[in-house]
């Protein structure tokens, strides 16, 4: 069966958005939404969708996951469990994609999409439904999404007297990325958070 190919950033474009993103997110104390665990980068919207990026070798990489409220492909479990018609997201798919695919269902989560990167281009398997990608609005995608993100991470009250972050400061911490200090996430987040662990969480997309 022939593979789809999609249009999406490589995963080097993807790191310092995800890791920008995850230090204000480890700033606030919430850091479990959005981090690496290397070779995993994960990110969820605190709403039961998520997305998890894995590392294999050779530059090869796969991104999952499912939108709790969109995801119209019904994979393995999850077909059961709905009692759906199946799609099989590994339809035509090299045997690499496999592992980080059992790595999900040990953990006894449900897959909407199944995305494989051969170190050059993003493919899925052939299906027409909506798998859910898009509505998981995963930040790292773009510079605007990821700014958005982080604006939405780091309220602040108008009666406090606290303005929330330049544009600048924010596009700062993006382009440091996963080499982001503590001085660039202090530009960012509220007085009192964390920056030290937001600096660690931003160095981990090092080792993806």
Same mark, same amino acid.
């Given at each position: 069966?022939?593979?789809?190919?999609?249009?999406?950033?490589?995963?080097?474009?993807?790191?310092?958005?995800?890791?920008?993103?995850?230090?204000?997110?480890?700033?606030?104390?919430?850091?479990?939404?959005?981090?690496?665990?290397?070779?995993?980068?994960?990110?969820?919207?605190?709403?039961?969708?998520?997305?998890?990026?894995?590392?294999?070798?050779?530059?090869?990489?796969?991104?999952?996951?499912?939108?709790?409220?969109?995801?119209?492909?019904?994979?393995?479990?999850?077909?059961?469990?709905?009692? %759906?018609? =199946?799609? *099989?997201?590994?339809?035509?798919?090299?045997?690499?994609?496999?592992?980080?695919?059992? +790595?999900? !269902? /040990? @953990?006894?989560?449900?897959?909407?999409?199944?995305?494989?990167?051969?170190?050059?281009?993003?493919?899925?398997? %052939?299906? =027409?439904? *909506?798998?859910?990608?898009?509505?998981?609005?995963?930040?790292?995608?773009?510079?605007? +999404?990821? !700014? /958005? @993100?982080?604006?939405?991470?780091?309220?602040?009250?108008?009666?406090?007297?606290?303005?929330?972050?330049?544009? %600048?400061?924010?596009?700062?911490?993006?382009?440091?990325?996963?080499?982001?200090?503590?001085?660039?996430?202090?530009?960012?987040?509220?007085?009192?958070?964390?920056?030290?662990?937001?600096?660690?969480?931003?160095?981990?997309?090092?080792?993806?």
């Amino acid at each position: 069966m022939t593979l789809v190919q999609l249009d999406l950033p490589d995963p080097p474009a993807l790191r310092g958005r995800w890791a920008a993103l995850a230090a204000v997110h480890a700033a606030s104390g919430h850091g479990e939404q959005c981090r690496a665990l290397p070779p995993v980068w994960h990110y969820d919207d605190g709403q039961g969708s998520w997305a998890d990026l894995h590392h294999l070798d050779e530059g090869r990489a796969v991104l999952l996951g499912q939108d709790r409220n969109d995801s119209e492909t019904y994979y393995a479990e999850a077909s059961d469990f709905y009692e %759906e018609k =199946e799609t *099989d997201l590994l339809a035509g798919a090299p045997d690499w994609w496999e592992p980080p695919v059992r +790595r999900v !269902r /040990e @953990a006894q989560l449900f897959l909407g999409f199944v995305y494989g990167f051969d170190g050059s281009i993003w493919q899925r398997a %052939e299906y =027409e439904l *909506d798998d859910g990608f898009a509505s998981v609005r995963l930040p790292a995608l773009s510079d605007e +999404r990821t !700014r /958005e @993100a982080v604006l939405a991470a780091t309220p602040r009250t108008a009666d406090a007297g606290t303005p929330g972050p330049a544009e %600048e400061s924010v596009d700062a911490l993006i382009a440091a990325g996963a080499e982001a200090d503590s001085a660039l996430v202090a530009a960012v987040v509220p007085i009192g958070w964390d920056t030290h662990s937001g600096a660690e969480a931003a160095r981990a997309f090092l080792q993806g």
